[in-house]
């Protein structure tokens, strides 16, 4: 199996600051045929599912804030908040389904100082 | 607007059946790979399994292969997920969620899961 690993397991920033939340994969889920990161980014709001946020690693999802952003490649990966807003606050997951099982990291909890 | 509503979770003791239902709308559902992604209480996600538009091909997770069986009937835009010899780790909110798909030059590739449903609670104990 592929184990994700995000880093840190939580952090706390200021309201207009940039918070950053690290996904490594333990190998790599790039598939060469078509240059693509199997890889995608989810935010979950108390009492809510997960939302998705990015995918192939840096393709935002139709109405997320241009203040989300993803890189990395390989096995590492980021996933960027700028200008972090008071609705920002919840737990961060990223997930590969690069193959099955689909796993997904243990979650960054991202809260306003 | 795509909806996916789950029902069908509840109480049940160790060693017991249910199936959940998802209901979609809203989409072709027949065109989209499904999935059922679970969490804990206060815990992270897990995916548990995937099935592939068509049926044929169906995906577990170890925690859960040969107790759970995931189907579809695309007659009725419905997932079913089947489970059997229930244990206190089953414990969770269920979600059911649609694969994202993009098309480029005839070819399908999946990304993730763009849509979930609200989730319907399961819980094991006796």
């Known amino acids: 199996d592929i184990v994700m690993t995000q880093s840190p397991d939580s952090l706390a920033e200021s309201l207009g600051e940039r918070a950053t939340i690290n996904c490594k994969s333990s190998?790599?889920?790039?598939?060469?045929?078509?240059?693509?990161?199997?890889l995608a980014w989810y935010q979950q709001k108390p009492r809510q599912p997960p939302k998705l946020l990015i995918y192939w690693a840096s393709t935002r999802e139709s109405g997320v804030p241009d203040r989300f952003s993803g890189s990395g490649s390989g096995t590492d990966f980021t996933l960027t908040i700028n200008s972090l807003q008071a609705e920002d606050v919840a737990v961060y997951y990223c997930?590969?389904?690069?193959?099955?099982?689909?796993?997904f990291g243990q979650g960054t909890k991202l809260e306003i100082k | 607007e795509v909806q996916l509503l789950e029902s069908g979770g509840g109480l049940v003791q160790p060693g017991g059946s249910l199936r959940l239902s998802c209901a979609a709308s809203?989409?072709?559902?027949?065109?989209?790979?499904m999935s059922w992604v679970r969490q804990a209480p206060g815990k992270g996600l897990e995916w548990v399994s995937d099935i592939s538009g068509g049926g044929e091909n169906t995906y577990y997770a170890d925690s859960v292969r040969g107790r759970f069986t995931i189907s579809r009937d695309n007659s009725k835009n419905t997932l079913y997920l089947q489970m059997n010899s229930l244990r206190a780790e089953d414990t969770a909110i269920y979600h059911c969620a649609k694969a994202g798909m993009t098309t480029v030059s005839g070819a399908h590739y999946y990304y993730g899961m763009d849509v979930w449903g609200q989730g319907t609670t399961v819980t094991v104990s006796s």
């Open positions: 190998q790599s889920v790039l598939y060469s045929s078509n240059n693509k990161n199997y």
């Open positions: 809203g989409f072709t559902f027949s065109s989209y790979a």
């Open positions: 997930q590969q389904y690069y193959r099955t099982p689909y796993t």
